[in-house]
């Protein structure tokens, strides 16, 4: 077994900075207060908490007050779609709900539990073979009842990036709130709330260098809101339970440096993927990149192997110390193929075939020629011995 691990599975999550570390290790320790208490522990524990809402406040270009702290990206997304959804639903302002063929399932599995339990009605935009929404598609689904559109900035299969701005336009013009399901973009793409003209965005502390079990819901202020978990006045009556406040500071420090990071590591990051998009289809026959060429995460390079299960490939390249993975949870035949994937019209004979190899800090030029050496005699191997000629 090779001595270092080629971590190539960052959109799955990334190391803790030591960054976010040394800024979450007080409290641990001596200040362990609960935010709510009014004596000095408890207020030294709630300065954090706010100090932490204004750093990621100040990133999004958002007031600290719209911040939500919550315990990831799933129930970030399932916040937003739920208590959007009911508090339309409870105020008669309709029960229509439109979100993408291609949503992370945190969003989908929600949206469709809305339409079983809540007698929402829900449309799934379609996209083009990269993965993409079309703005006129979703101005033609829009309907009087529509109260709620959720389409993901980046997508963590494929890396195909939204037309965000142009989406949340059309939105607007009916005056509709748009979500965006952001987890995969800090770090890699700028996160100004007002450029991007959303009304709701969710992140993940794992995916940017911050800890697990901790995220965020951004709400425009305005916003109406009923609260999924209820049960005390936390976060502005929007999400009970005392606050995870070493969590919420390593996600706000993590924040921090990941968008101060990003110009530099934007760059770098892109010409090692770039290497990877041109060099893998060149040496591999019958492969193609999956996603869009260019309007894609920078760190993300994604691709379809005729005639493979790319179970066998994950396996041989951890051998070999590579961490990859396929994007999806289901690879086997057997299992249901990538929803993203059969949205973008890829066969389900394609679609186990996927390979996903996410960039990050660590990543060296050296890193990308060793992928490039062990890669490509794995993947023939392997199509000889599934093929059976051998
Ligand atoms: N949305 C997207 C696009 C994701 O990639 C993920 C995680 O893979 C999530 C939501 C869920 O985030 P979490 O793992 O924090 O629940």
Redesign the pocket.
């Known amino acids: 077994m090779p001595d270092r691990t080629i971590y190539l599975d960052h959109?799955?999550?990334t190391p803790v900075s030591p960054t976010a570390l040394a800024a979450m290790l007080p409290y641990f320790g001596e200040i362990y207060g609960n935010a709510s208490g009014i004596y000095r522990q408890g207020r030294l524990a709630k300065q954090a908490l706010e100090e932490a809402r204004r750093t990621v406040a100040e990133v999004l270009h958002a007031h600290p007050s719209e911040v939500v702290f919550t315990s990831?990206?799933?129930?970030?997304?399932n916040l937003v779609l739920r208590g959007i959804m009911w508090a339309a639903l409870r105020a008669g302002r309709g029960r229509h709900l439109i979100i993408s063929a291609v949503?992370?399932k945190?969003?989908l599995e929600t949206a469709h539990q809305l339409a079983e339990l809540f007698d929402c009605e829900v449309t799934e935009l379609p996209v083009d073979g990269y993965g993409r929404v079309d703005p006129d598609d979703l101005r033609r689904a829009i309907r009087p009842d529509t109260a709620l559109i959720s389409i993901?900035t980046?997508?963590?299969e494929v890396g195909t990036l939204q037309p965000i701005a142009a989406l949340a336009a059309v939105a607007h013009a009916y005056g509709i709130p748009f979500h965006t399901?952001a987890?995969?973009a800090p770090g890699h793409l700028p996160l100004d709330v007002q450029a991007l003209g959303v009304d709701a965005l969710?992140l993940?502390?794992?995916?940017f260098y911050g800890p697990?079990g901790v995220?965020v819901t951004w709400l425009r202020s305005g916003l109406s809101l009923v609260p999924v978990q209820t049960g005390g006045s936390h976060e502005g009556k929007r999400r009970a339970g005392t606050e995870n406040v070493a969590g919420i500071v390593g996600l706000a420090a993590a924040l921090r440096e990941a968008e101060d990071l990003r110009p530099a590591e934007t760059t770098r990051l892109l010409e090692l993927r770039n290497r990877l998009l041109d060099a893998i289809p060149a040496l591999i026959p019958n492969t193609r990149i999956s996603g869009h060429p260019h309007e894609r995460l920078p760190h993300h390079a994604s691709f379809l192997f005729a005639g493979i299960e790319i179970q066998g490939v994950l396996m041989g390249l951890d051998m070999a110390g590579i961490a990859a993975s396929s994007g999806s949870a289901c690879t086997s035949a057997a299992q249901t193929p990538s929803h993203v994937l059969t949205a973008m019209g890829v066969s389900a004979a394609d679609a186990v075939g996927h390979l996903r190899l996410t960039l990050g800090r660590s990543t060296t030029a050296e890193d990308i020629e060793e992928v490039l050496r062990v890669l490509p005699p794995l993947v023939q191997r392997l199509r000889r011995l599934q093929s059976g000629n051998w």
Do not use: I, L, W
């Open positions: 959109a799955a999550t990831c990206g799933s129930e970030s997304d949503e992370h945190a969003v993901m980046a997508n963590n399901d987890v995969q969710a993940s502390g794992h995916k697990k995220g």
